[in-house]
Nanobody
């Protein structure tokens, strides 16, 4: 499995921006499509965004479309999530994960997960 470490979370006011990073340990990072999920207190972990191996194709949940941008730098073994115009409902722990097989929107399609980074948006 790939070791993943997220960073970049924090406390921000509504309307603000954050950029999350996820660094992978393995040189095979460029072989994996990657996803970002998030989990709010008391709720299920939900899909936020995904990117293909090359970064040329991306997917977004409707709730973040137009505000979040996923990108990757395979030379740095890193995937990013740029989050703009943040809302209080974006408050959650954000996780990156490597895609294994199946729907990009489903948690069970991913195998390696990071430990998560907390994002808190105040109103």
């Amino acid at each position: 499995q790939v070791q993943l470490v997220e960073s970049g979370g924090g406390l921000v006011q509504a309307g603000g921006s954050l950029r999350l990073s996820c660094v992978a340990s393995a040189s095979t990072f460029s072989r994996y499509a990657m996803g970002w999920f998030r989990q709010a207190p008391g709720k299920e972990r939900e899909f936020a965004a995904a990117t293909s191996v090359s970064g040329g194709s991306t997917l977004y949940a409707d709730s973040v479309k137009g505000r979040f941008t996923i990108s990757r730098d395979n030379a740095k073994n890193t995937v990013y999530l740029q989050m703009n115009n943040l809302k209080p409902e974006d408050t959650a722990v954000y996780y990156c994960a490597t895609h294994d097989d199946g729907s990009y929107y489903k948690r069970e399609s991913y195998d390696s997960w990071g430990q998560g980074t907390q994002v808190t948006v105040s109103s």
